[in-house]
Every structure is written in structure tokens, then in C-alpha cells.
């Protein structure tokens, strides 16, 4: 079933009342949360799709958390709740990460840092945004997809209908830019812990075969994975 921002949002509030509410901690399910973190033309899309499907949680990529941070913004007294949510962890955990020029504004980062972090409590799989620097490695599973340039780049000629060596230059820069990104982010986050759970080369699993391998690692780590439904 699909949701509007708001309605996303309002989950994230409500969840978070939920959990501070319950007396029982015997009782408490945290759904799975998980973080994908991709190569341009890894099939990063289609695998986080199904992954999310699978797990039964909301796939929220960057579309979707850019349309999250704008209606929290524009609500404030939903933006006062969130705030409420997260605490002050995102003022402590920004102020270092915005003590030099940052490669976008700070405004924007701040209420997706706290998006991000609110989005916890509830799981799911996010895509990208630095969110696996961002989340609590004991209860988050944290992913990369990788590929070699050649199979990226094919994937990418065929999906915009473009001459393999201009997707091949579009594969390079494109990762480039995510990789500045991610050094700048755990350079500035002297919390985050590097690395992933599991690195997956997408030449050798196609999207499905990539979810069953990340199910069984998430299995190993004593993820909580929800049953196949028949």
C-alpha cells in the first residue's frame, strides 16, 4: 500500500510513541531496518524494492525522503514533534559535520538527518543519503551493492538509451560524486562507524538472488526476519 509523506511522517511520530509507551520490553518487535548503499548501475533500485517488499517495511529512496524533509518542513508543528523524537542527538551529531562547507545546505541535511533518524523505530529500507552513518549499527543491517564498471555501465545504457561509453562516463561520475559524499560525511561524523554488514557484487546476483543473500546474512546476525508468506 502506498503512503503520502504525511502519512510517512505521522507513522515515524506514532511509532515513537508507541515504543515510549510500552511497559512490556518482552514484547518488543523492532521491524527490520536496513540501509542499501549502491554503485550507480548496480541495480540498487530493483534490489532495495524487493528487499523492502520481502521484509514487509516501507522502501523509502531519495525521492521519497527528499518529499518526507519537505512536508515536515513545511508542517511545524509535525517538525516540532520530530524534534521531540530525535532529541538533540542531530544538533550534537551536525555540529562537527558543519564546522566546514558542506557540498549542500545545511538546512536541507539537518531535517534529513532527523527524518532519517525518526524513520528507526519503524524500519525499513532506505537507499542511500548517508543513512547507514546516521543509524544505530546494533539494530541496523547495513548493505553495499557494487559492480564492475562494464556490467554498470550496460545496465545503464539500456535503462536511458545511451552509447555505452557515455554510460560508462556517467557510471564513473555518478559514483564519484556518492563517494565525495560519504568521505565528507564520516570525515565530519566522528561517531560513525565505517563499513557494512555485507558487500554484494550485483555482476554475479541478480536482484532477487542479492535479496536471498542478504536475508540469510541478516539471519546470521541475528536480524529479525520475517517469514516468507505463502
Do not use: W
Not at 554503485?39 to 518526507?68: F, H
Not at 543473500?213 to 546476525?221: K, S, T
Amino acid at each position: 500500500m502506498m503512503h503520502t509523506p504525511l502519512q510517512l511522517v505521522r507513522s515515524i511520530l506514532d511509532a515513537g510513541r508507541y515504543e515510549a509507551e510500552k511497559n512490556d520490553a518482552a514484547t518488543t518487535r523492532m521491524k527490520p531496518l536496513v540501509t542499501v548503499s549502491r554503485y550507480y548501475g548496480a541495480a540498487g533500485s530493483s534490489t532495495a524494492k524487493l528487499l523492502a517488499e520481502r521484509l514487509g517495511v516501507q522502501l523509502y529512496d531519495k525521492e521519497l525522503l527528499n518529499a518526507i524533509v519537505s512536508q515536515t518542513k513545511e508542517d511545524k508543528q509535525l517538525l516540532a514533534s520530530l524534534d521531540e523524537r530525535v532529541g538533540t542527538l542531530v544538533d550534537d551529531i551536525l555540529h562537527s559535520f558543519f564546522s566546514k562547507k558542506s557540498i549542500t545546505s545545511e538546512a536541507y541535511f539537518r531535517y534529513m538527518a532527523k527524518v532519517i533518524l525518526g524513520i528507526a523505530p519503524i524500519g525499513g529500507v532506505i537507499v542511500g543519503r548517508g543513512a547507514h552513518l546516521l543509524l544505530s549499527r546494533k539494530q541496523t543491517f547495513c548493505v553495499r551493492l557494487e559492480g564492475s564498471l562494464a556490467t554498470c555501465a550496460k545496465r545503464i545504457a539500456k535503462h536511458k538509451d545511451l552509447k555505452l561509453d557515455k554510460a560508462e562516463k556517467l557510471v564513473l561520475q555518478s559514483n564519484k560524486e556518492r563517494e565525495k559524499f560519504e568521505q565528507q560525511v564520516a570525515k565530519r561524523f566522528p561517531r560513525a562507524v565505517q563499513g557494512f554488514d555485507l558487500i554484494v557484487n550485483t555482476d554475479r546476483f541478480a536482484p532477487n538472488q542479492a535479496v536471498e543473500v542478504i536475508l540469510a546474512a541478516m539471519n546470521q546476525l541475528g536480524f529479525q526476519v520475517p517469514p516468507e508468506q505463502a
